[in-house]
T-cell receptor, first 117, second 114 residues
């Protein structure tokens, strides 16, 4: 079974600064995908960024980038130039690349990020 | 394109009753997954349907069931409600199963069991 761990329940950052959220996972599989989802107070889950495990290059999406360390099973999210609208719960998630697994996501516990003005 | 819709948005039920939640995926999407979110257990996968067939099931008791209709709309049913079933129930839709098809989440249904 796959597990995802986020060891930081809460984090805060000043507006315009940079913050890094940590995530580790455990799997015996080789082919999988990793995601960061954002859940603002509205509870709407929004995909922030995704990483294919077979890709060595770290994914980036505007102000969001990841540091993917496959051997260490680590997948951190860096948010640059933090904005007030980034305040949300952030979830790290894992999906196996396997026919029988379909679209099943395994989520971490979440990190509540607060961006302060 | 309209997003994933879930009805009702809020629901209050009494222990022992049953409840049915509905999820309408984005037009053209054929895969629907359901998740339960609680403060204690976090986000947990319930099941996934694709083309009216259950493809995958999480570790939940048989009181939790679902189905998908030919128009891809999905329902989940919880029978004999327990206090611990109080949660936010999220559904997500995608064009097909697997990563190649990005999942889009609905706003959720907040179920309170008293």
């Amino acid at each position: 079974a796959q597990t995802v761990t986020q060891s930081q329940p809460e984090m805060s950052v000043q507006e315009a600064e940079t913050v890094t959220l940590s995530c580790t996972y455990d799997t015996s599989e080789s082919n999988y995908y990793l995601f960061w989802y954002k859940q603002p107070p509205s509870r709407q889950m929004i995909l922030v960024i995704r990483q294919e495990a077979y890709k060595q290059q770290n994914a980036t999406e505007n102000r969001f980038s990841v540091n993917f360390q496959k051997a260490a099973k680590s997948f951190s999210l860096k948010i640059s130039d933090s904005q007030l609208g980034d305040t949300a719960m952030y979830f790290c998630a894992f999906m196996l690349e396997k026919e029988t697994s379909g679209s099943r996501l395994t989520f971490g516990e979440g990190t509540q990020l607060t961006v302060n003005p | 394109k309209a997003g994933v819709t879930q009805t009702p948005r809020y629901l209050i039920k009494t222990r022992g009753q049953q409840v049915t939640l509905s999820c309408s995926p984005i037009s053209g999407h054929r895969s629907v997954s359901w998740y339960q979110q609680t403060p204690g257990q976090g986000l947990q996968f319930l099941f996934e349907y694709f083309s009216e067939t259950q493809r995958n099931k999480g570790n939940f008791p048989g009181r939790f069931s679902g189905r998908q209709f030919s128009n891809s709309r999905s329902e989940m049913n919880v029978s004999t409600l327990e206090l611990g079933d109080s949660a936010l129930y999220l559904c997500a839709s995608s064009s097909g199963p697997g990563l190649a098809f990005e999942q889009y989440f609905g706003p959720g249904t907040r179920l309170t069991v008293t």
